[in-house]
């Protein structure tokens, strides 16, 4: 089992819809949570973080958290086609000292392509 | 402020060279990565480093060897490079505990 698990997709919606990504992991303990935009020979960079249970807001983009469910989900509102990119979940491990402590997981990708 | 300073940018190695990938950040964070993307497979963690003076294996690490040179350094190294090895390679880093990762602007290894 992958340590965190996304939809490759490619994810199609048109222009102004909803766009929803979704990924989960396997390790309980992890406690930080990330969602990356990557552009087509760019480097990621960062939209959303969340460590708590429950969603987070900012702008057009929501993070939901499901600790119990080992879930984790990005949903982009009123999609634009400047939004078309690959977005990639990652997750820091825990057992801090231990053997995960430090790392850092991403996920393979999920390619949206958001059409006029 | 540079962030995080991956060089060289491009390489093209034959087969059975080595070489040495350098990552350097000026943010003072103890944690520093290296990741290969493949199309289609994500960023895939070959080497990290939780903090200076340890390192550890990630999913990928046959075929490299890394050295935290000191807090602000994390080179990868390939001892006999393969084809298999042409990727695009990303260095970051970040700091303790809830912390976003920062990334260099990759490196494009070709090697026939």
């Known amino acids: 089992q992958k340590e965190v698990e996304q939809n490759s997709g490619p994810l199609s919606v048109p222009e102004g819809a909803i766009a929803s990504l979704n990924c989960t992991y396997s390790?309980?303990?992890?406690?930080?949570f990330f969602w990356y935009r990557q552009y087509s020979g760019k480097s990621p960079e960062l939209i959303m973080f969340?460590?708590?249970?429950g969603d987070k807001e900012d702008g057009r983009f929501t993070a939901q958290l499901n600790k119990a469910s080992q879930y984790v989900s990005l949903l982009i509102r009123d999609s634009q086609p400047s939004d078309s990119a690959t977005y990639l979940c990652a997750v820091v491990g825990s057992n801090a000292g231990g053997t995960s402590y430090g790392k850092l997981t991403f996920g393979q990708g999920t390619i949206l392509t958001v059409h006029p | 402020n540079a962030g995080v300073t991956q060089t060289p940018k491009f390489q093209v190695l034959k087969t059975g060279q080595s070489m040495t990938l350098q990552c350097a950040q000026d943010?003072?964070?103890?944690?520093m990565y290296w990741y290969r993307q493949d199309p289609g497979m994500g960023l895939r963690l070959i080497y990290y480093?939780?903090?200076?003076?340890?390192?550890d294996k990630g999913e990928v690490p046959n075929g490299y060897n890394v050295s935290r040179l000191n807090k602000r350094e994390f080179s990868l190294r390939l001892e006999s490079a393969a084809p298999s090895q042409t990727s695009v390679y990303f260095c970051?880093?970040?700091?303790?505990?809830?912390?976003?990762?920062?990334f260099g602007q990759g490196t494009r290894l070709t090697v026939v």
């Open positions: 480093s939780a903090s200076e003076g340890t390192t």
């Open positions: 943010m003072n964070h103890n944690s």
């Open positions: 969340i460590y708590s249970n």
């Open positions: 390790d309980r303990g992890s406690q930080s």
């Open positions: 970051a880093s970040r700091d303790r505990g809830r912390t976003e990762a920062f």
